[in-house]
């Protein structure tokens, strides 16, 4: 975890060992960049775009009523955006983005338009949308309300974001 005190070591660690043993795979960080402003994660970031690596950030939603209801963060679009540009600025980044339904309904117009928005202004930055759904039971007070979007909405979705020229990777 980026709040590791050792974060920076671990990054050299685990670049050390990928090497050791010959394998060909890119380190990934996965982040909701909250810590990003720190200097010592900075450091750590750059370490791991050095040795080939990838940030997935994720985005989930991006007005602040869904992304309190989803994530249970009280971010602004404007901060998730200035960790955006903090991480673009040091490696490679991937959005890694959940999209799934609460009490049965999909992401509504509001929830599309704005996502929308934040990737085309992003588009040139980024390396594409890793796009996934729930795979398995969520462990979240509020699993209850969570569940899969089908296949075809899943896939619709993805089409759109590809729309903006973007890169998209689903995993349903």
Same mark, same amino acid.
């Not at 080939?52 to 602004?76: A, C, T």
């Not at 009490?103 to 929830?111: E, H, I, M, S």
């Not at 509020?142 to 689903?170: F, P, Y």
């Given at each position: 975890?980026?709040?590791?005190? *050792? ?8 670049? /050390? *060992? ?10 990934? =960080? ?11 994660? *900075?450091?750590?970031?750059? @370490? ?9 950030? #994720?985005?989930?939603? =991006?007005?602040?009523?869904?992304? #309190? /209801? ?5 971010? #602004? ?5 200035? /960790?955006?540009?903090? @991480? ?12 799934? @339904? ?18 085309? /202004?992003?588009?040139? #930055? ?8 729930? @795979?398995?039971?969520? =462990? ?28 998209? *990777?689903?995993?349903?």
């Amino acid at each position: 975890p980026t709040s590791s005190p *050792q974060f920076v070591q671990a990054v050299e660690i685990a670049r /050390r *060992q990928r090497d050791a043993h010959g394998l060909k795979i890119p380190l990934v =960080l996965i982040t909701n960049g909250s810590l990003l402003l720190r200097p010592e994660v *900075q450091t750590g970031v750059k @370490a791991l775009a050095d040795a080939g690596g990838v940030v997935w950030f #994720k985005v989930d939603r =991006l007005l602040p009523e869904s992304m #309190k /209801r989803i994530n249970g963060i009280s971010y #602004k679009p404007e901060q998730i955006q200035h /960790r955006l540009d903090v @991480a673009c600025s040091l490696a490679p980044v991937w959005l890694q983005t959940c999209w799934l @339904a609460w009490d049965g309904q999909a992401p509504g117009a509001d929830d599309e338009a704005a996502y929308l928005e934040f990737v085309a /202004r992003n588009a040139q #930055k980024i390396q594409g949308v890793h796009l996934y759904g729930l @795979a398995r039971p969520s =462990l979240q007070p509020e699993a209850v309300h969570l569940s899969a979007l089908d296949e075809n909405t899943m896939n619709a979705w993805a089409d759109k974001i590809r729309a903006l020229g973007v890169k998209v *990777q689903v995993s349903a």
